[in-house]
């Protein structure tokens, strides 16, 4: 027991004979067990409780797959103030296909004259004598005259096509030259966007296939024969007369017309009629 349990004054307990001393004992045991047991109690509350502290440790508690919410601010664009399309008329889709001709559409004729001067060199159609010098005939430069007719359409005021034929002659030292052809025949007006006497100012071409050949005149011997020929002119007019539905006024050309066995060049000023069906 522990000496600052309990501590008995000795000047306190007086024993007087055997009564005394009986009763002293008594009470020293008495005193002396009450003691012990206080002391245990002490003991007692003062030992700590040897419990297992609970396990505070949080639960193994994955938490969710939380994003932030996206807090980037949404593409604002600011309100399309263009006025809304007007609803499109289906037949203003269409007007080129219905608008009226101006100056010149629908069916189309055209005729052509046109004299000049040109030349025929070339060989016979016989392969013994295509390239041999001594049968090869310079016709010279001579009188040149063509004339030729198409038929055909204005598909807009500035574009024409058509279909036609021709003949063209060449007169030269003792030598004629006719060459009948067909062709292929177009005409556009390139400057017609300019207004004025601007639509009237065109291009022509013509290209197709002739039979050309070249004739002494006294002997009548084919000097020069072309067969099938390949025939191409191109050329400028002017149609400043207007009169009815007809067009008219100069051109100005070169026709030319080759082969294996022909080179046929010619330069032609000339005279043209056109006439439209529109407007």
């Known amino acids: 027991m522990s000496s600052a349990a309990l501590r008995l004054p000795s000047n306190r307990v007086t024993c007087v004979g055997p009564v005394g001393f009986a009763l002293g004992g008594v009470l020293s045991v008495a005193l002396c067990c009450a003691a012990e047991v206080q002391a245990e109690e002490v003991q007692a509350e003062a030992k700590p409780v040897d419990a297992k502290p609970a396990d505070t ?13 996206d807090a980037k601010p949404a593409d604002a664009k600011p309100a399309d103030t263009k006025p809304a399309d007007a609803p499109v008329d289906p037949k203003a889709e269409k007007a080129w296909e219905t608008d009226p001709y101006e100056h010149r559409g629908g069916f189309a004729v055209g005729l052509s004259l046109g004299l000049g001067v040109g030349a025929a060199n070339g060989f016979p159609a016989d392969a013994r004598k295509i390239g041999r010098e001594e ?6 430069l001579g009188l040149s005259t063509l004339g030729s007719l198409w ?7 500035w574009l024409t ?16 030259s006719p060459a009948p052809f067909m062709f292929f025949h177009t005409d556009i007006y390139p400057l017609y966007g300019l207004e004025g ?11 197709g296939l002739a039979f050309a050949k070249t004739t002494d005149n006294e002997t009548g011997d084919v000097l020069i024969d072309a067969g099938g020929a390949s025939h191409l002119f191109v050329g400028a007019f002017f149609e400043g007369i207007e009169f009815w539905k007809m067009k008219m006024g100069p051109s100005l050309g070169l026709d030319y017309m080759f082969s294996q066995t ?8 000339g005279f043209r009629v056109s006439l439209y069906t529109l407007p």
């Open 262 to 269: 022909l080179r046929r060049p010619s330069a032609i000023a």
């Open 161 to 176: 096509f058509g279909l036609g034929g021709g003949f063209a002659l060449i007169r030269a030292d003792g030598t004629e």
């Open 135 to 140: 049968f090869y005939t310079e016709s010279g």
């Open 197 to 207: 006497a601007f639509r009237n100012l065109g291009m022509t071409t013509d290209f």
């Open 57 to 69: 440790k949080p639960a193994d508690a994955k938490p969710a797959d939380a994003k932030p919410a």
């Open 151 to 157: 038929i055909g359409g204005a598909l807009a005021d």
